[in-house]
């Protein structure tokens, strides 16, 4: 171990020179500032549970608003608030209400049938043209960050359908149960931690929305991760009390070795924005949850036998998840306990395990034998399913992608068009069905 010199002077980013102990201390407080330091790595001195825990939130830490494979995430208040996600929303709004003759919204005259329970909630003149749906998730910045987003959809003059609090896969099967819907707009911060929000945007299709950011003047950069000592990327560092760790969340995904940041002029951030409609958009309250329900009810036997039906264990953190499962329960008497997503309990020895992420269309599912199923062989379990070929059902996986989906042709108002459906408890009726 090579000597220590106590008299050494560092350079900081700020601008100062610092000795020794202040440079050991920012390291330790994890500084934004050591983030560009040369001399981050001398680091002996500090604790290696220390070391880990900054290098992972170095990782994690951006200088700017990620795109994501569906939308956007960025921390909330320092980068996205109300005002800071206008010029966003617009460029969403933009791109959900442009037709081209490979997609967007199909005119009213295309429109199949919608089903009577789903199209009594919606107003009439919402039929005539596109409208948004617009839902948010349980995180405690999403209200805030909703109530924006639908300002700014009804200043560009929009119809909206508030679906309030609800989960990605409610929103798409209201996308689904609505032709005549330009898109959807989430806002959620999932697969980032705690103090992150952003949004999701669906296309007619419930598919992720394409956008060229560059055509509407905002810039995507590259910023990639730096390695530690062996060439990886930081991963979370192992449980303890202390209270950094307490401010780490829990199955964060591992941040990329690189991501995409947006870059906003700030003639987009602030200049006026010229109203493009002499009216603004109607807004209108549906209860969107009542109808997903009621569309999930019809993948389950009217009633279940307790004393020889397989028990369902369904593991989630979501309270909107937790009350559909123990709904399911009283409709179809199937016996489910539910637990919090990290409970490692199995109170039933012999049960279906479905463990549902915070965006719901991601989840994990392991069989009465213990065994989690990897994604392909829950397609083939569905497949080879008499019950699915009956309802016209079909399940496929993208390798490359890790995407699981359900393709559909059986409901009434559907006409020739395949639904791809991303639903845990449809997914999960399929298997028990055997």
């Known amino acids: 171990m090579s000597a220590i010199d106590g008299n050494r002077t560092y350079n ?8 020794r102990a202040i440079h050991l201390a920012r390291l330790s407080a994890g ?42 995430r960025g921390q909330y208040l320092n980068q996205l608030t109300r005002q800071s996600i206008a010029p966003i929303v617009r460029v969403l709004a933009e791109s959900l209400t442009t037709a081209d003759a490979n997609g967007g919204p199909v005119s009213s005259s295309q429109q199949p049938a919608r089903s009577s329970d789903a199209e009594k909630d919606f107003p009439p003149e919402f039929a005539a043209s596109a409208f948004v749906i617009v839902g948010y998730d349980n ?3 999403s209200p805030d960050i909703f109530v924006g987003v639908t300002a700014i959809l009804r200043e560009v003059g929009l119809d909206i359908i508030d679906a309030g609090r609800c989960t990605p896969a409610s929103v798409c099967e209201t996308l689904r149960q609505q032709r005549a819907a330009a898109g959807a707009i989430f806002v959620t911060g999932s697969g980032f931690g705690p ?26 950069r590259v910023l990639r991760h730096e390695t530690d000592e062996a060439g990886h990327l930081a991963s979370a560092p192992e449980p303890d009390n202390s209270l950094a760790n307490l401010l780490i969340p829990r199955r964060m995904s591992a941040a990329p070795r690189q991501q995409l940041i947006l870059e906003i002029p700030e003639s987009l951030n602030y200049q006026l924005q010229g109203r493009s409609v002499r009216t603004s958009g109607h807004h209108n309250v549906v209860d969107c949850e009542t109808h997903y329900r009621q569309w999930v009810r019809r993948w389950f036997p009217a009633k279940a036998v307790p004393a020889t039906s397989t028990p369902l264990q369904v593991l989630s953190d979501d309270p909107i998840i937790v009350n559909r499962a123990h709904w399911l329960a009283e409709e179809t008497t199937l016996p489910v306990v539910v637990r919090n997503y990290d409970d490692k309990r199995l109170t039933e020895p012999k049960a279906w395990r479905l463990m549902i992420d915070e965006d719901d269309r991601h989840f994990r599912v392991t069989t009465p ?26 399940a496929h996986v993208d390798e490359a992608s890790g995407r699981f989906w359900l393709s559909d042709t059986a409901r009434p108002t559907s006409g020739a068009i395949i639904e791809h459906i991303r639903d845990p408890f449809v997914t999960i009726a399929l298997l028990m069905a055997r």
């Open 31 to 72: 500084w934004r500032g050591c983030d560009l330091c040369d001399a981050r790595s001398d680091h002996e001195g500090i604790s290696g549970s220390t070391t880990r825990t900054n290098h992972f939130v170095r990782v994690q830490r951006t200088t700017g608003i990620i795109r994501t494979e569906n939308g956007i």
């Open 369 to 394: 034998s213990g065994r989690e199923l990897e994604l392909s062989e829950m397609a083939a379990m569905i497949n080879r399913n008499s019950h699915s070929r009956t309802t016209h059902m079909t």
């Open 139 to 141: 995180r405690a910045s």
């Open 12 to 19: 900081c980013p700020n601008g100062d020179s610092i000795g």
């Open 195 to 220: 103090d992150y929000t952003g949004l999701d945007a669906f296309d007619s299709h419930g598919d992720p929305l394409p956008v060229v950011w560059k055509d509407h003047g905002i810039t995507v």
